[in-house]
C-alpha cells in the first residue's frame, strides 16, 4: 500500500513566521504535489515536482515556495505566513511524468495562522 | 481553470443509484477522464478512470459517450458512507490534475 505521510495533522502559527510542511512518500514515485484547499474554492495546485531538484510553478505558487532534494520527500515553505494562507494544504504522490495514473493523498495539514 | 463542469451537490436516499454527470466539452485525444472521491478532513482518493465506453470496477462505473465530451459516474445502491464530494477529472500525458470543485453527494436514511 502506498503511503504518503505529512508531518502535522494541525498546525497553529503567526503571522510572518517561516512554515515549513513536510511530505514524505515510500512508494518511490517520481510526482509529488502540493494543494490546498478552501471551501467553496475545491483543491488548487500550489507546486508539483517531477524529479528531484526540479519544481514546476502550479495554479497559485505566490507566498510559497517548494524543495525536493530527495526522491521520497517533498517540502512546502511559507517564507513569511500570512493570515490568507490558512487553509488545508494536502500533499500528493504518482508514478508517472504527470498525473495520468492515480495520485496518491496524504491525510492534509490543517494550518492557522493568527 | 477546471476542464470539468459538474454538478455543485447531490442527494439521494439510501439504496438507490446515483448518477453523477460531468462536461468536458474541450477533452483532448490523449485526455483520461478520472473521478476522486474525497470524505472530510481526508485527501481525496481514486475512484475510477477510463477512456471511452464504460469501466466498472468494485466501486463503481463510469460511462462514457463516443463523443467522449461527458461521462458519468455511476455508483450502485449507495449507503450513507458514500457521503462524500466527487470530483472529476480529464487529464493527458503532459498536464498536472486540475481539481474543479467537485460535487457534494449527501446520502439520507
Known amino acids: 500500500d502506498v503511503k504518503v505521510t505529512q508531518s502535522s495533522r494541525y498546525l497553529v502559527k503567526r503571522t510572518g513566521e517561516k512554515v515549513f510542511l513536510e511530505c514524505v512518500q515510500d512508494?518511490?514515485?517520481?510526482?509529488m504535489f502540493w494543494y490546498r484547499q478552501d471551501p467553496g474554492l475545491g483543491l488548487r495546485l500550489i507546486y508539483f515536482?517531477?524529479?528531484?531538484?526540479?519544481?514546476e510553478k502550479g495554479d497559485i505558487p505566490e507566498g510559497y515556495s517548494v524543495s525536493r532534494e530527495k526522491k521520497e520527500r517533498f517540502s512546502l515553505i511559507l517564507e513569511s505566513a500570512s493570515t490568507n494562507q490558512t487553509s488545508m494544504y494536502l500533499c500528493?504522490?504518482?508514478?508517472?511524468?504527470?498525473?495520468?495514473?492515480?495520485?496518491?493523498f496524504g491525510p492534509g495539514t490543517r494550518l492557522t495562522v493568527t | 481553470l477546471a476542464k470539468t463542469t459538474q454538478p455543485i451537490s447531490m442527494d439521494s436516499y439510501e439504496g438507490q443509484e446515483v448518477n453523477i454527470t460531468c462536461s468536458h466539452n474541450?477533452?483532448?485525444?490523449?485526455?483520461?477522464i478520472t473521478w476522486y472521491q474525497q470524505f472530510p478532513s481526508q485527501g481525496p482518493r481514486f475512484i475510477i478512470q477510463?477512456?471511452?465506453t464504460k469501466v466498472t470496477n468494485e466501486v463503481a462505473s463510469l460511462f462514457i459517450p463516443a463523443d467522449r465530451k461527458s461521462s458519468t459516474l455511476s455508483l450502485p445502491r449507495v449507503s450513507l458512507s458514500d457521503t462524500a464530494v466527487y470530483y472529476c477529472l480529464v487529464e493527458g500525458g503532459n498536464t498536472p490534475l486540475v481539481f474543479g470543485k467537485g460535487t457534494r453527494l449527501s446520502v439520507i436514511a
Open positions: 500528493a504522490s504518482s508514478s508517472t511524468p504527470t498525473g495520468l495514473y492515480e495520485q496518491y
Open positions: 477510463g477512456y471511452k
Open positions: 474541450n477533452i483532448a485525444t490523449n485526455d483520461y
Open positions: 515536482s517531477y524529479d528531484v531538484k526540479m519544481k
Open positions: 512508494m518511490d514515485h517520481e510526482n
